[in-house]
């Protein structure tokens, strides 16, 4: 029962959290400057890991499914296959993955840092409000570049399946990107950037969340940033399958 009444108590403290957070957005005063500072961070500084786990995705689809659509005398659809792959799942969810280990980890650190230091406290007692000044620019900054670098990483898994279609499997770059772009619809190109809005507001609120409950000193900021790390990766994969689901059923 204790068990029970702790997961309750977490989750019931993660949707005050949300709520003050989305409701903030709307109120005066607005942290422009700290929003802008972490779209840099969050989006910016993750170009290089999202472009390498793209490329390689994409390099990797090439290879491995060519041995199989071989078989069928169907190499030709490589490119048809990538970008479907990409564009519908792996594209979204491995961006969110990484996100959620370089971000999603640092803001816990970064929030469990303070409040192992009392500077939380010490912005309360000087009248602000920490949720406004530190949570709502991080969910705000995370929510606007999480789908841009699902794009970004889309385009360089294109780019990686296309060099290896070329190179390795004697695909024509023509016959490629037509195979690519003709298989797209658009209700593929909604899907890729929806999921990331949702996965954006898991990685950052959980981030946050796991940083403002932070207790038991430097060690306690460790155990909240492997916290969120785990919970974030978790959830974003159990969101994927019921995002999925509804996709599914709506486009029917």
Partial sequence: ?????????????????????????????????DTFQQMDSIGIGSLPIISLTGFFTGAVLALQSSKTLKSFGAVNLTGQLVALSLVRELGPVLAALMIAGRIGSGIASELGSMTATEQINAMRALGTDPTRKLVTPRMLATVTMLPLLTVVCNFWGLVGGWLVSLYKLRISSSLFWLTSFSSLSYSDLVQSLVKPFFFAFIISMIGCHCGLSTTGGTQGVGRSTTKSMVLASILVIVADFFLNTIIIELTR
């Fill in 1 to 33: 029962m204790g068990y029970i009444f702790n997961v309750l108590k977490e989750i019931q403290l993660f949707s005050l959290l949300f709520l003050r957070a989305v409701i903030n957005v709307f109120q005066k005063p607005r942290y422009i400057r």
